[in-house]
C-alpha cells in the first residue's frame, strides 16, 4: 500500500519504517495525539501493580493511562486459572502474604480468611508449613475479590482506554508514542497516538507454545479438539469421559499437569469413572536432585517438587543480591541451577497418584513422544521413544500441559520493541532490563520505558512473573520515578498513612 493510499488515521509506510517518529510525522498521518505522562500497556496484574504504586505515591488518574482490550486487570489470568482447571473455590502457588492489592502484604491472605470466617485454621496451618502441612496458598476467588476492591480504590477504571496496543515508538523531543487501536465505531481514526515521557510495558506471556509433534498433527489433520493445550478451552475432554471410559495422555511435569491430573483423577472418583491416564515425562526425576548440597529439590515419581516458583531467598534474600551482580552467562548458569520444571507436593494428589499406580489406571515413564497419528475408532497414537525402545500409545485425547512459554518476537509489542525501538535480548532470550527494569537501549531523552513480568525473565531479578515479583518490579519502577521527579517516594509516613486508608477502604489521597 502506498503513501498516499493509507486511510486517513492509519499507520503510514514512513511510519513502520522510523524508529524515532516527530510529532509532525504523526500528524501528517491524520492520527489523533492525546498526552499522557505515564502510561502501562496490557492491562494485566502487571499493569495493575504498577498503577496501584503510582496512585499511593500520590500520581493523579489524569496523568496514567492504561491501554488494554480487557476491562479487569484480572481477566486474562481468571481465564488461564479456569482453563488449566483452577476454579475460584481452589487455592493457586501464591505466598499467603503475595498480594497484588496490597503493596505492604499485610494483613496477609493467611489472616484475612481467618478473620473473615472466623477460625484460626489458616493461621495454624502457615505456622505449621512445610513440615506438618502443605505450603498455604490462597483461593483464587479471594485474589480477584480483593483486586476488584483495589481497583475500585484507586480509580482504575478512569484510567483504562480501551483497545489493541500496535507499537511503542520513540519520540525525537523525548518520550514515546504508543498506538492504539481503538474498538470498532468508538474512534473517527483507525488508531490514536499516545504521547508520553514514561512507557511501562507488561503484555504477560507471549502466546501458548505447542511442542512440535503436537503441532505438526494439530495442522496436518486440523486436529483441534482430540489434541488441546491446557491453557486452551479444554473442558469437553473431561465431559466425554463421563460417558464413556476413556484413555488420556497428559504431557508436562508442571503445576498445570498436576492440576489437570487432579481434575481427572477427581472426576474419576467423584462420578465412578473409568478413566485411564498415561502421563509421559520429557525428563522423569527419582529423588533429590541438584546441583549443590545446599540448593537440592525433593522430586520422585517423575516430578520435581518445589513450594513455589522459585527459592524465597529471591525475592529479598541471598539470590537476589547475588543476581544483581551477574550478567551473561553467569546469570544463565545460575537461572538454569534454580530453575526448572517444578510443582507445590500436595498430599491429596499424591494419594490419588499411588491409588492409580497400584490399580494400574495412572502410568508415568519417561519418554520423548516423536510424533502422534490418527488411530482407528477416532482415537490418537503417540509414538513414543524412551528408555525400552520404541512404543506406541493409544489415547483418546492428549493434554498438553507443557506452558506459556512462545519466543517474545511472536509477540507484536516485543518483536517492535526488538526491531525498531533499540531492546535487546537478556541470557534466556526475553528483554534485556536494568536493574530498575529500564528496557535496554530504549532511552529516549528525558523519558523511559519500563517492563516487568514474564516478559522479562532471565534479568537481574528473578521470579518477574509472579504476584511478589510484579509488585517488586513495580517499587522498582517506583522508586525510579522519584528520582526522575514523577512522583513522591512513598516513604515511611506516606506508607503508614496510605496502608490506613487501604485498611479503611478509603481511595487514594492524591499528592
Known sequence: MGERE????????????????????????????????????????????????????????????????????????????????????????????SRPDNIWGFPSYALSEAWRDRTARPLLHVLGEPIFADYWT?????????????????????????????????????????????????????RIAYRSRFTHVAVGYPGLRFLPDLQEFREKYGDYTRVVNAYEPHEHVYEFLKTRPGTVVVRGGGIVASRVLQRLMDDRERHGLQTRIVHIFRTFVTGAHGPH?????????????????????VWGGQLKARMRKL????????????????TPKRRRWQQQMRAGREGGWYEA????????????????????????????????????????????????????????????????????????FEVKGTASGDGALYATGAATLGGYFPGVDTFLGLQVGAQEIADDLARRGFCRRIGPIRSATQWVRWALGRPVKEA
Open 365 to 436: 515413564f519417561q519418554g520423548v513422544v516423536e510424533r502422534v497419528e490418527p488411530g482407528v475408532d477416532g482415537t490418537l497414537t503417540s509414538i513414543v521413544a524412551s528408555d525400552s525402545g520404541t512404543r506406541k500409545v493409544g489415547s483418546n485425547y492428549i493434554i498438553d500441559c507443557t506452558g506459556l512459554e512462545a519466543d517474545i518476537a511472536e509477540h507484536r509489542i516485543l518483536a517492535d520493541l526488538l526491531t525498531h525501538a533499540g531492546a535487546g535480548r537478556n541470557p534466556l532470550g526475553r528483554l534485556e532490563v536494568e536493574r530498575h
Open 6 to 97: 493509507h486511510r486517513r488515521g492509519d499507520l503510514t509506510p514512513t511510519l513502520l519504517d522510523a524508529p524515532v517518529w516527530s510529532d509532525a510525522l504523526v500528524e501528517s498521518a491524520g492520527i489523533p495525539i492525546r498526552d499522557a505522562p505515564f502510561v502501562t500497556v496490557g492491562g494485566g496484574i502487571g499493569s495493575f501493580v504498577m498503577v496501584d504504586y503510582l496512585r499511593i505515591a500520590g500520581v493523579p488518574t489524569s496523568d496514567i493511562r492504561v491501554l488494554s482490550n480487557i476491562d479487569q486487570p484480572w481477566q486474562t489470568y481468571q481465564y488461564l486459572t479456569r482453563v488449566s482447571q483452577i476454579p475460584e473455590p481452589e487455592r493457586i502457588r501464591s505466598d499467603s502474604s
Open 293 to 313: 548440597l545446599w540448593a537440592r529439590r525433593k522430586g520422585g515419581d517423575g516430578w520435581a517438587y518445589q513450594g513455589f516458583n522459585y527459592p524465597k531467598s
Open 327 to 342: 550478567d551473561g552467562a553467569e546469570r544463565a548458569a545460575l537461572y538454569k541451577e534454580m530453575g526448572g520444571t517444578n
Open 138 to 190: 490462597p483461593r483464587v476467588g479471594d485474589v480477584f475479590a480483593s483486586m476488584a476492591r483495589e481497583a475500585a480504590r484507586i480509580g482504575y477504571p478512569r484510567m483504562l482506554d480501551k483497545g489493541v496496543v500496535r507499537m511503542v515508538r520513540r519520540r525525537d523531543k523525548g518520550g514515546y508514542f504508543t498506538i492504539l487501536t481503538p474498538p470498532e465505531g468508538t474512534s473517527q481514526t483507525r
